[in-house]
């Protein structure tokens, strides 16, 4: 009789510890614990074309190189067709092969430029332009734009949170959309935000360790009581 009643609150006792510790993993609710989540956030920033060519936002743009070490060559490429044995040619000038546009911090001025390497030589041309036209280029139209984009360059908003888990990894590039009040400069970044079922995955923390401890002790109670 004894021995049947401390099988029976063992057995008691590890069906509460099983059931507890599937509590603790169940998903969705506390499967990810009750920290914060991470999200992609997009942010908008308008752009003063008027004070453009001077803040150089535009310049953030993969399509415009910004090395102020090679400023010198841009303007010299102005005047004229720059061209130079292509083992002549540092690693800062080979970048601009990958670039549309030019921004002269010092001078203040976007260059449209043309760079190659071919059959041996760097050839250069650049060409001073306003910092609209690099906007018209570059921009994509906001109806084209993805919706968190979108609803981040709308001056009503200037934020948009999408991808509330991070499932997918976040474009480090910005996107340049034209919105019919200008352009806006839409980045992207990883923010914490609060877990909205914090409390409630608490709750079931507590709950299921509880009935871990209770099963642990409850045959212990039972040898006790028989003793």
């Keep these: 009789m004894v021995a049947s009643s401390r099988r029976r609150a063992r057995r008691r006792g590890s069906l509460l510890v099983l ?3 599937l ?12 920290g914060p989540d991470p999200q992609t956030v997009y942010t908008g920033d308008p752009i003063d074309l008027e004070t453009e060519a001077a803040e150089g936002d535009l310049a953030l743009h993969p399509a415009v190189n910004g090395d102020f070490v090679v400023a010198g060559t841009v303007r010299a490429a102005a005047n004229g067709t720059f061209e130079r044995p292509a083992d002549d040619v540092s690693g800062n000038l080979r970048t601009l092969t990958g670039a549309t ?4 911090s010092t001078g203040e001025q976007y260059f449209a430029i043309d760079a190659a390497l071919q059959e041996g030589v760097f050839r250069l041309t650049a060409g001073p332009v306003p910092a609209r036209t690099v906007a018209e280029s570059l921009a994509v139209p906001a109806e ?3 919706d968190p984009v979108a609803r981040a360059a709308r001056a009503a908003d200037r934020r948009a949170v999408a991808d509330e888990g991070r499932t997918r990894p976040v474009e480090r590039d910005p996107t340049l959309v034209a ?5 806006v400069f839409v980045t992207r970044s990883i923010e914490a935000a609060r877990d909205p079922y914090r409390t409630v995955k608490l709750t079931f923390y507590a709950l299921a360790g509880s009935g871990v401890v209770a099963g642990v002790l409850l045959p212990v109670a039972a040898r006790r009581r028989v003793s």
């Design 144 to 146: 084209e734009a993805s």
């Design 101 to 104: 546009f030019y921004w002269d």
């Design 179 to 183: 919105t019919d009040d200008g352009y």
């Design 23 to 34: 509590l603790l993993v169940a998903q969705p609710v506390v499967g990810d614990g009750p």
């Design 19 to 21: 059931c507890s510790l």
